[in-house]
């Protein structure tokens, strides 16, 4: 079965980075683009980060652009999102999520994705 396993999170003082990772396995990587997504008690889920199947494009929410920075490496199955400077505003549970390239849909939408990971959560302390 398809599994997306995120890693990477932890607790962070602001203007600090993080390095998110996302392996997947069970599905043809390279044919799915990916996303991030965070999640914050209360509210709801945002999307922060999102790559094309091939790597060619990315997608930031514009809270965070300019600071975090999405990749994958498909000879891998994994897709990482590098946070710089971060604030406590950013503190979430942030996870990955596969779109499946061969249908419609827009990567800002969340119930666009087939997949979802569980989660890593990162603390930002001010």
């Known amino acids: 079965q398809v599994q997306l396993v995120e890693s990477g999170g932890g607790l962070v003082q602001a203007g600090g980075s993080l390095r998110l990772s996302c392996a997947a396995s069970?599905?043809?990587?390279?044919?799915?683009?990916m996303g991030w997504f965070r999640q914050a008690p209360g509210k709801e889920r945002e999307f922060v980060s999102a790559?094309?199947?091939?790597?060619?494009?990315?997608y930031y929410a514009d809270s965070v652009k300019g600071r975090f920075t999405i990749s994958r490496d498909n000879a891998k199955n994994t897709v990482y999102l590098q946070m710089s400077s971060l604030k406590p505003e950013d503190a979430a549970v942030y996870l990955c999520?596969?779109?499946?390239?061969?249908?419609?849909?827009?990567?800002?939408?969340?119930?666009?994705?087939?997949?979802w990971g569980q989660g890593t959560q990162v603390t930002v302390s001010s």
């Open positions: 999520a596969a779109f499946d390239s061969r249908r419609s849909g827009s990567y800002y939408v969340p119930s666009d994705y087939s997949y």
């Open positions: 790559i094309s199947y091939y790597g060619g494009s990315t």
């Open positions: 069970g599905l043809t990587f390279s044919t799915y683009a």
